[in-house]
C-alpha cells in the first residue's frame, strides 16, 4: 500500500491555504512538507499537526491506495 495526500491538497485549495502558509500556521519543517509533496511517509505528529491546523480527521487528509507497482494494470 503507498500513502496519498491528495485529500490535503484539495482541502488546502477550498481554504485557500498555500503550502508556506501551512508549514507555519502546522510549525512543521519544509522537509516535512516536500516529502508530503512526494507522497513519502511522515511522521504522525506532523500529521496531527495538519489537522488541529486545519480541523479536520486524518482519514479528510490521507489515504492508502494501491501500491502502482504491484497494483494490476488496467487494460
Given amino acids: 500500500m503507498a500513502v496519498s495526500y491528495n485529500k490535503l491538497w484539495k482541502l488546502m485549495i477550498d ?3 498555500s503550502k508556506t502558509e501551512l508549514t507555519h500556521l502546522a510549525g512543521i519543517t519544509t522537509n516535512a512538507m516536500a516529502k508530503l509533496g512526494r507522497n513519502e511517509d511522515v511522521k504522525v505528529h506532523v500529521l496531527e499537526k495538519l489537522c488541529t491546523t486545519l480541523d479536520c480527521k486524518l482519514d479528510d487528509i490521507v489515504e492508502f491506495v494501491s ?3 504491484t497494483a494490476p494494470r488496467k487494460k
Fill in 15 to 17: 481554504k485557500s491555504i
Fill in 67 to 69: 501500491d502502482p507497482e
